[in-house]
Protein backbone atom coordinates (compact mmCIF):
# COMPACT_ATOMS: atom_id res chain seq x y z
CA UNK A 1 0.00 0.00 0.00
CA UNK A 2 1.40 2.83 -0.59
CA UNK A 3 2.30 5.89 1.87
CA UNK A 4 0.89 9.54 2.04
CA UNK A 5 2.94 11.03 -1.26
CA UNK A 6 4.22 14.93 -0.86
CA UNK A 7 5.91 17.20 -2.92
CA UNK A 8 8.04 18.71 -3.28
CA UNK A 9 10.62 17.51 -0.28
CA UNK A 10 12.13 20.87 -0.31
CA UNK A 11 11.47 24.54 -1.47
CA UNK A 12 14.03 27.00 -1.02
CA UNK A 13 12.12 30.60 -1.82
CA UNK A 14 12.75 34.07 -1.16
CA UNK A 15 10.38 35.81 0.91
CA UNK A 16 7.31 37.69 -0.88
CA UNK A 17 6.84 34.72 -3.49
CA UNK A 18 4.07 32.46 -3.55
CA UNK A 19 4.67 28.58 -3.16
CA UNK A 20 2.70 25.89 -3.14
CA UNK A 21 2.78 22.04 -1.59
CA UNK A 22 0.65 19.58 -2.89
CA UNK A 23 -0.41 16.03 -0.96
CA UNK A 24 -1.85 12.72 -2.40
CA UNK A 25 -3.45 10.69 0.96
CA UNK A 26 -3.55 6.99 1.14
CA UNK A 27 -5.86 5.73 -1.14
CA UNK A 28 -10.05 5.57 0.61
CA UNK A 29 -8.79 7.92 3.48
CA UNK A 30 -11.23 10.64 3.92
CA UNK A 31 -9.60 12.41 6.65
CA UNK A 32 -6.80 14.67 5.36
CA UNK A 33 -4.84 16.82 6.99
CA UNK A 34 -1.66 19.99 6.75
CA UNK A 35 0.48 20.42 9.87
CA UNK A 36 3.29 22.94 10.31
CA UNK A 37 6.30 21.84 12.37
CA UNK A 38 8.93 24.32 13.69
CA UNK A 39 12.03 23.69 15.03
CA UNK A 40 12.22 21.58 18.00
CA UNK A 41 8.54 22.05 17.87
CA UNK A 42 5.56 19.37 18.00
CA UNK A 43 3.34 19.54 14.76
CA UNK A 44 0.89 22.39 14.43
CA UNK A 45 -2.75 21.45 13.02
CA UNK A 46 -3.49 23.71 9.98
CA UNK A 47 -6.54 22.45 8.39
CA UNK A 48 -8.36 19.46 8.40
CA UNK A 49 -10.65 18.18 5.69
CA UNK A 50 -13.32 15.59 5.55
CA UNK A 51 -13.29 14.69 1.96
CA UNK A 52 -13.82 17.85 0.06
CA UNK A 53 -14.71 20.06 3.26
CA UNK A 54 -12.67 21.78 5.30
CA UNK A 55 -14.09 21.05 8.59
CA UNK A 56 -11.22 22.96 11.12
CA UNK A 57 -9.16 25.59 9.40
CA UNK A 58 -9.56 27.55 12.78
CA UNK A 59 -5.35 27.62 12.90
CA UNK A 60 -4.97 28.25 9.35
CA UNK A 61 -3.48 32.02 8.71
CA UNK A 62 -5.64 32.77 6.13
CA UNK A 63 -4.87 36.30 5.48
CA UNK A 64 -1.63 34.46 3.12
CA UNK A 65 -2.49 30.73 3.23
CA UNK A 66 -5.16 28.91 1.62
CA UNK A 67 -5.67 25.30 0.88
CA UNK A 68 -7.90 22.85 -1.07
CA UNK A 69 -9.00 19.61 -1.74
CA UNK A 70 -10.77 19.05 -4.79
CA UNK A 71 -12.83 15.61 -5.57
CA UNK A 72 -12.17 14.95 -2.05
CA UNK A 73 -8.53 13.34 -2.89
CA UNK A 74 -5.73 15.57 -3.54
CA UNK A 75 -4.41 18.58 -1.54
CA UNK A 76 -2.63 21.59 -2.12
CA UNK A 77 -1.25 24.24 0.63
CA UNK A 78 -0.30 27.86 -0.51
CA UNK A 79 0.95 30.75 0.88
CA UNK A 80 1.12 33.91 -0.49
CA UNK A 81 3.05 35.83 0.00
CA UNK A 82 5.99 34.15 1.93
CA UNK A 83 7.43 34.92 5.45
CA UNK A 84 10.52 34.38 6.99
CA UNK A 85 8.11 32.85 9.34
CA UNK A 86 7.04 30.30 7.74
CA UNK A 87 9.89 28.20 7.11
CA UNK A 88 9.36 24.94 8.47
CA UNK A 89 8.52 21.48 7.85
CA UNK A 90 5.02 21.06 6.09
CA UNK A 91 3.35 18.02 6.92
CA UNK A 92 0.33 16.11 4.97
CA UNK A 93 -1.42 13.33 7.28
CA UNK A 94 -4.42 11.32 6.28
CA UNK A 95 -6.78 8.61 8.12
CA UNK A 96 -9.55 6.97 7.50
CA UNK A 97 -12.68 8.86 9.15
CA UNK A 98 -14.47 5.71 10.40
CA UNK A 99 -11.14 4.83 12.75
CA UNK A 100 -12.28 5.29 15.80
CA UNK A 101 -8.27 5.43 17.27
CA UNK A 102 -7.71 8.61 14.95
CA UNK A 103 -4.38 7.07 14.04
CA UNK A 104 -3.23 9.48 11.21
CA UNK A 105 -0.19 8.28 8.38
CA UNK A 106 1.89 10.80 7.61
CA UNK A 107 4.02 12.21 4.62
CA UNK A 108 7.87 12.87 4.59
CA UNK A 109 6.93 16.62 4.79
CA UNK A 110 8.18 19.17 2.29
CA UNK A 111 10.95 21.51 4.34
CA UNK A 112 10.11 25.08 3.22
CA UNK A 113 12.95 27.88 4.02
CA UNK A 114 12.04 31.29 2.91
CA UNK A 115 15.36 33.66 2.49
CA UNK B 1 -0.97 27.97 25.11
CA UNK B 2 0.82 24.06 25.28
CA UNK B 3 -2.49 21.83 25.73
CA UNK B 4 0.16 18.78 25.51
CA UNK B 5 3.48 19.14 26.99
CA UNK B 6 6.61 16.68 27.09
CA UNK B 7 8.87 18.32 29.38
CA UNK B 8 11.86 16.25 28.71
CA UNK B 9 13.66 17.45 25.40
CA UNK B 10 16.28 14.40 25.27
CA UNK B 11 16.39 10.99 26.67
CA UNK B 12 19.30 8.32 26.93
CA UNK B 13 19.35 5.17 27.72
CA UNK B 14 21.63 2.35 27.52
CA UNK B 15 20.44 -0.42 25.40
CA UNK B 16 18.29 -3.32 26.84
CA UNK B 17 17.01 -1.03 29.92
CA UNK B 18 13.53 0.38 30.40
CA UNK B 19 12.66 4.09 28.23
CA UNK B 20 10.21 6.13 29.84
CA UNK B 21 8.75 9.10 28.08
CA UNK B 22 6.64 11.40 29.72
CA UNK B 23 3.12 13.58 28.72
CA UNK B 24 1.20 15.89 30.43
CA UNK B 25 -1.94 17.58 29.26
CA UNK B 26 -4.34 20.21 30.53
CA UNK B 27 -7.77 19.55 29.10
CA UNK B 28 -9.95 17.10 30.56
CA UNK B 29 -12.06 16.72 27.09
CA UNK B 30 -9.18 15.11 25.77
CA UNK B 31 -9.71 11.22 25.32
CA UNK B 32 -7.69 9.45 23.18
CA UNK B 33 -3.89 9.59 23.31
CA UNK B 34 -1.42 8.57 20.90
CA UNK B 35 2.12 8.50 20.48
CA UNK B 36 4.38 8.45 17.23
CA UNK B 37 8.07 7.92 16.50
CA UNK B 38 10.16 10.35 13.79
CA UNK B 39 12.92 9.25 12.21
CA UNK B 40 14.88 12.38 10.89
CA UNK B 41 13.87 13.50 7.22
CA UNK B 42 10.61 11.53 7.45
CA UNK B 43 6.90 11.96 8.93
CA UNK B 44 5.83 10.79 12.46
CA UNK B 45 4.36 6.94 11.99
CA UNK B 46 2.22 5.94 14.27
CA UNK B 47 2.99 3.83 17.65
CA UNK B 48 0.56 3.27 20.17
CA UNK B 49 -2.56 4.98 21.31
CA UNK B 50 -4.81 4.50 24.67
CA UNK B 51 -8.68 5.20 24.94
CA UNK B 52 -9.34 7.19 28.23
CA UNK B 53 -11.67 4.14 29.61
CA UNK B 54 -8.24 2.34 29.79
CA UNK B 55 -5.21 2.85 32.41
CA UNK B 56 -2.50 1.08 30.27
CA UNK B 57 -2.28 -0.63 26.74
CA UNK B 58 0.26 -2.96 25.84
CA UNK B 59 1.84 -3.74 22.50
CA UNK B 60 5.08 -5.48 22.14
CA UNK B 61 7.69 -3.90 23.79
CA UNK B 62 5.92 -0.52 24.05
CA UNK B 63 3.20 0.10 27.31
CA UNK B 64 1.49 3.28 27.70
CA UNK B 65 -0.10 4.03 31.44
CA UNK B 66 -2.67 6.92 31.73
CA UNK B 67 -3.53 8.56 34.44
CA UNK B 68 -6.94 10.68 33.86
CA UNK B 69 -6.52 12.08 37.31
CA UNK B 70 -3.33 13.88 36.93
CA UNK B 71 -3.40 14.13 33.18
CA UNK B 72 -0.34 12.19 32.42
CA UNK B 73 0.74 9.34 30.37
CA UNK B 74 3.94 7.49 29.97
CA UNK B 75 5.52 5.36 27.09
CA UNK B 76 7.36 2.28 28.42
CA UNK B 77 10.00 0.92 26.26
CA UNK B 78 11.44 -2.62 27.33
CA UNK B 79 13.72 -3.36 26.42
CA UNK B 80 15.52 -0.54 24.83
CA UNK B 81 16.82 -0.71 22.00
CA UNK B 82 19.55 1.49 19.17
CA UNK B 83 16.86 1.34 16.89
CA UNK B 84 14.30 2.97 19.19
CA UNK B 85 16.30 6.07 18.41
CA UNK B 86 13.92 8.90 17.25
CA UNK B 87 11.80 11.81 18.20
CA UNK B 88 8.92 10.56 19.92
CA UNK B 89 5.69 12.63 20.29
CA UNK B 90 2.54 12.42 22.47
CA UNK B 91 -0.63 13.72 20.89
CA UNK B 92 -3.73 14.12 22.42
CA UNK B 93 -7.47 14.61 20.77
CA UNK B 94 -11.42 15.01 21.85
CA UNK B 95 -13.52 12.38 21.07
CA UNK B 96 -15.38 14.44 18.40
CA UNK B 97 -11.47 14.25 16.74
CA UNK B 98 -12.07 18.16 16.15
CA UNK B 99 -9.18 19.15 18.67
CA UNK B 100 -5.84 17.26 17.94
CA UNK B 101 -2.25 18.47 19.92
CA UNK B 102 0.63 17.40 19.83
CA UNK B 103 3.74 17.67 22.31
CA UNK B 104 6.73 19.45 21.50
CA UNK B 105 8.73 15.55 21.51
CA UNK B 106 11.39 13.91 23.05
CA UNK B 107 14.50 12.82 21.46
CA UNK B 108 15.42 8.93 22.26
CA UNK B 109 19.03 7.80 22.26
CA UNK B 110 19.47 4.33 22.92
CA UNK B 111 22.92 3.41 23.51
CA UNK B 112 24.51 0.39 22.35
Known amino acids: EAGVVQSPRYKIIEKKQPVAFWCNPI?????LYWYRQNLGQGPELLIR????????DSQLPKDRFSAERLKGVDSTLKIQPAELGDSAVYLC?????????????FGPGTRLTVT | DQQVKQNSPSLSVQEGRISILNCDYT??????FLWYKKYPAEGPTFLIS?????DKNEDGRFTVFLNKSAKHLSLHIVPSQPGDSAVYFC???????????FGTGTSLTVIP
Open chain 1, 93 to 105: ASSLEQVVTYEQY
Open chain 1, 27 to 31: SGHNT
Open chain 1, 49 to 56: YENEEAVD
Open chain 2, 27 to 32: NSMFDY
Open chain 2, 50 to 54: ISSIK
Open chain 2, 91 to 101: AASSASGNQFY
